[in-house]
T-cell receptor, first 110, second 110 residues
Framework: KAGVTQTPRYLIKTRGQQVTLSCSPI?????VSWYQQTPGQGLQFLFE???????NKGNFPGRFSGRQFSNSRSEMNVSTLELGDSALYLC?????????FGQGTRLTVV | QKEVEQNSGPLSVPEGAIASLNCTYS??????FFWYRQYSGKSPELIMS????GDKEDGRFTAQLNKASQYVSLLIRDSQPSDSATYLC??????????FGDGTTLTVKP
């Protein structure tokens, strides 16, 4: 069974730009969550989608948004990028209570 | 107070010893508890889940949960250098929100 797939793996963007990250969950998993991981703040929850609806949201500004499609694939978007948005963005899919992470997208904002 | 707190580390143990990793959480409504292992530059990997009070063993790993004390721990017996990683404690509430601790970095010295 394929794992959680995130694209792209690495990204460099300029301040002020916007970026879209993609995530394909494990087949059959309908819940997709997004996390931001930085050395200073650790792993922080962004939001969770289930059946195309946002079910939970973390404490991030409105520049961070996401969506989920009918095939459970998800995208997250960050607008007006700031230097502090440089991080590893992790997507995770869940079935029941267990969560499995993708390899992440390393975003660098310059 | 953070929602999920882990012993700050880093933790260093000799090969063959028992490594003990600890985690406390603040939300008494938490229902599911997980330990993830994250190697440097990689994404978190689920290694243990525990849902009821007591011990759960899987190979060299034992998770312990005490809901009254709001405490969950991970013991690694016969520690190997390959166990050197950052271990993340994660707690899920009934609402499905996942909160992670900052992690404890374990080094197993040959």
């Amino acid at each position: 069974k394929a794992g959680v797939t995130q694209t792209p793996r690495y990204l460099i963007k300029t301040r002020g730009q916007q970026v879209t990250l993609s995530c394909s969950p494990i087949s059959g998993h309908r819940s997709v969550s997004w996390y931001q991981q930085t050395p200073g703040q650790g792993l922080q929850f962004l939001f969770e989608y289930f059946s195309e609806t946002q079910r939970n949201k973390g404490n991030f500004p409105g520049r961070f948004s996401g969506r989920q499609f009918s095939n459970s694939r998800s995208e997250m978007n960050v607008s007006t990028l700031e230097l502090g948005d440089s991080a590893l963005y992790l997507c995770a899919s869940s079935y029941g209570r267990e969560t499995f992470f993708g390899q992440g997208t390393r975003l660098t904002v310059v | 107070q953070k929602e999920v707190e882990q012993n700050s580390g880093p933790l260093s143990v000799p090969e063959g010893a028992i490594a003990s990793l600890n985690c406390t959480y603040s939300d008494r409504g938490s229902q599911s508890f997980f330990w993830y292992r994250q190697y440097s530059g990689k994404s978190p990997e689920l290694i243990m889940s525990i849902y009821s009070n007591g011990d759960k063993e899987d190979g060299r790993f034992t998770a312990q949960l005490n809901k009254a004390s709001q405490y969950v721990s991970l013991l690694i017996r016969d520690s190997q250098p390959s166990d050197s990683a950052t271990y993340l404690c994660a707690v899920n509430t009934n609402a499905g929100k996942s909160t992670f601790g900052d992690g404890t970095t374990l080094t197993v010295k040959p």
